[in-house]
């Protein structure tokens, strides 16, 4: 888990270091299950793309190569690349097993504070603050950075600036702290949840059963009565 600290770090810093005007895109899909991926995307233009080649000591060389080399010792060159129209992306996932695993990532991070992270009886609870850097490590404006939410199920209530479908996006304003917030039906129960449902309708269907045998027994009485 310390790897995925240093590795958003110290790749903000390295971006904000080999070229200005790239941007970056922190995702996360969550599945129904509650498993799922977190990606990070640098974007480049074929603008900068160019311009990196042409700077001497950098023939032969891709940018994403350059990013790998720059980030610390203990982490891993985890980014690969991708070709998106005159767009090169230098992308870098890492999937998570639960929400568990997802809040852990998250805390790991010095700028995300989880509020509210959890699948209940069927209902997905996103609620996450991001505070953004006023500045990049050098001084000049952060890269400009996105973060995007693909939820499970049916979109409810959330609070983002775009949806494309079940993804919601959030563009981080440098120096500010950005709430993001979703809700969706995800339609997924935990063995837990499916085992208190069935005591539930278990007892509602005893205390059904003896509203309605005191019920015949009262009108049993009356008729005698008579």
């Known amino acids: 888990m310390m790897k995925s600290r240093?590795?958003?770090f110290m790749l903000l810093a390295t971006v904000s270091l080999l070229l200005a005007g790239c941007r970056i895109v922190v995702a996360t899909q969550v599945n129904a299950d509650g498993s799922g991926e977190r990606r990070t995307d640098i974007i480049y233009t074929a603008e900068e793309v160019a311009s990196f080649t042409q700077t001497p000591g950098n023939e032969g060389r891709s940018v994403c190569d350059q990013i790998n080399d720059n980030l610390p010792p203990d982490v891993d060159a985890l980014f690969g690349e991708e070709k998106r129209g005159q767009e090169t992306v230098c992308v870098a996932t890492q999937p998570f097993a639960n929400l568990d695993e997802l809040r852990l990532a998250y805390a790991l991070m010095d700028n995300v504070t989880?509020?509210?992270?959890?699948?209940?009886f069927g209902r997905f609870i996103f609620d996450v603050d991001v505070a953004a850097p006023a500045t990049g490590p050098n001084g000049q404006p952060p890269a400009p950075t996105e973060w995007r939410?693909?939820?499970?199920?049916?979109?409810?209530?959330h609070n983002a600036?775009?949806?494309?479908?079940q993804t919601l996006i959030w563009a981080l304003t440098p120096g500010q702290t950005t709430n993001l917030h979703a809700e969706s039906s995800a339609g997924f129960f935990s063995a837990g949840e499916l085992a208190l449902a069935a005591v539930l309708s278990c007892l509602c269907g005893a205390l059904l059963a003896g509203g309605v045998a005191t019920?015949?027994?009262s009108r049993r009485g009356k008729r005698a009565q008579i």
């Open 161 to 165: 600036q775009q949806v494309e479908g």
């Open 114 to 120: 989880v509020n509210q992270l959890a699948i209940s």
């Open 149 to 157: 939410l693909t939820v499970p199920g049916t979109l409810g209530e």
């Open 215 to 217: 019920l015949l027994a």
């Open 6 to 8: 240093s590795l958003l």
